[in-house]
Every structure is written in structure tokens, then in C-alpha cells.
T-cell receptor, first 112, second 112 residues
Framework: GESVGLHLPTLSVQEGDNSIINCAYS??????FIWYKQESGKGPQFIID?????DKRQGQRVTVLLNKTVKHLSLQIAATQPGDSAVYFC???????????FGKGTRLHILP | KAGVTQTPRYLIKTRGQQVTLSCSPI?????VSWYQQTPGQGLQFLFE???????NKGNFPGRFSGRQFSNSRSEMNVSTLELGDSALYLC???????????FGPGTRLLVL
């Protein structure tokens, strides 16, 4: 069945701190992983992706880590800002001809 | 470049009716995917079209169908609407599978 999931449904972080959002996947054949951010009333917005031949990828204030041994994916947001408040989804793709499967999402709350 | 557009943005229908939703991808993108988003089930994949052919299909009943035109614009149709079909329907386009997907704002469907 669908296997991409998130460890925590809600995460509260102090403004300025780093945020870490986790995701587990169960299909070892998955070779492409994506993180999306969805703000209220909007469609998901691409944040960063990573392919299975990498274990780390950095973007602007974001880092994705992939641990294929334990099938775990994480998104790190540095110096969290109020604008980072949103629901974050991880997604996996099990091959170029296969569909993308989304996790349930984690809501990130920024505390003042 | 203009982003992914979806029409209509909001729709109210009654049980038993049918509905057609439209998606215009980003210019040059040939892959269009459709998703249903509900609070309980999260983002669920409906189908993906590439060059006018359905390439992938999710686990939805046959009441859900779609098509893609030669200009990559896509439509999805839901026949014999049920209350449980109330959801946000999202369309995403990309150059190809395993490439960055860009989402539209979605069509919010309410079935009464």
C-alpha cells in the first residue's frame, strides 16, 4: 500500500531556531524524493529534491538528508522564519514510469 | 512563464451530477498529474498524462477519468458525484516524470 509517512503531524519551533521534519518510506526501490511546502489556500510548492545516488542536498536555508539504510528522509530548515509556517509533504517516486506518492504532511508552527 | 492554472477555482455540485475540471500546464511541460487532497486522506494521486497518453493511474474508481490534449492541457471528469468526492483537486505539471512538479492553486469541489 501507500508507504510514505511522516513521524509527527505537528511541529512547533521557535522563530530563529532550526526545524527538522522527518519522513519514512518503505519501498527501497524509490529513487527520487521531493519535499513540498503548502500554505493555506495554495497548491504545494516545490522546495527541494534528492535522488537516491545522493545522501545530502542543500538549497537556500534548506537541506534534505536521505538515509537509504533506514529508509528515512528529513528536511532541515535553518533559522526558521514566520513565513515558513505551512504544511510540509515528503513524496517519493519509485521509478521514472511510476507515480509520485505523498506523505500525510507535517504542519510547522513558528512560535514568536 | 505563467504558472499552472486551473479552472474553475471553486465549484458546488449535487450528488449524482458530473463535473469537469481543467488544467493548463506551464508552457513546454508535457506531463500533467492530478491529485485529490482531503483532510483525512491527504494528497492522493489520481493519474498522470504525458503526450496525450495516460501513463500512470492511482487507486480511484472508474468514475474518475481524464484526458490530455495535444497542447498538453488536461481535463479530469468525475461522474455520478458522491459526497466523499468533496475535496481540493490539484493539477501539477512537469517536463517529465522525476522532474520538478509545479502545482496549480487547485479547484475546490463541494458536493452537496
Amino acid at each position: 500500500g501507500e508507504s510514505v509517512g511522516l513521524h509527527l503531524p505537528t511541529l512547533s519551533v521557535q522563530e530563529g531556531d532550526n526545524s527538522i521534519i522527518n519522513c519514512a518510506y518503505s519501498n527501497s526501490a524509490s529513487d527520487y524524493f521531493i519535499w513540498y511546502k503548502q500554505e493555506s489556500g495554495k497548491g504545494p510548492q516545490f522546495i527541494i529534491d534528492i535522488r537516491s545516488n545522493m545522501d545530502k542536498r542543500q538549497g537556500q536555508r534548506v537541506t534534505v538528508l536521505l538515509n537509504k539504510t533506514v529508509k528515512h528522509l528529513s528536511l532541515q530548515i535553518a533559522a526558521t522564519q514566520p513565513g515558513d509556517s505551512a504544511v510540509y509533504f515528503c513524496a517519493e517516486n519509485r521509478g521514472r514510469d511510476d507515480k509520485i506518492i505523498f506523505g500525510k504532511g507535517t504542519r510547522l508552527h513558528i512560535l514568536p | 512563464k505563467a504558472g499552472v492554472t486551473q479552472t474553475p477555482r471553486y465549484l458546488i455540485k449535487t450528488r449524482g451530477q458530473q463535473v469537469t475540471l481543467s488544467c493548463s500546464p506551464i508552457s513546454g511541460h508535457r506531463s500533467v498529474s492530478w491529485y485529490q487532497q482531503t483532510p483525512g486522506q491527504g494528497l492522493q494521486f489520481l493519474f498522470e498524462y504525458f503526450s496525450e497518453t495516460q501513463r500512470n493511474k492511482g487507486n480511484f474508481p472508474g468514475r474518475f477519468s481524464g484526458r490530455q490534449f495535444s497542447n498538453s492541457r488536461s481535463e479530469m471528469n468525475v461522474s455520478t458525484l458522491e459526497l466523499g468526492d468533496s475535496a481540493l483537486y490539484l493539477c501539477a505539471s512537469s517536463l517529465d516524470n522525476q522532474e520538478t512538479q509545479y502545482f496549480g492553486p487547485g479547484t475546490r469541489l463541494l458536493v452537496l
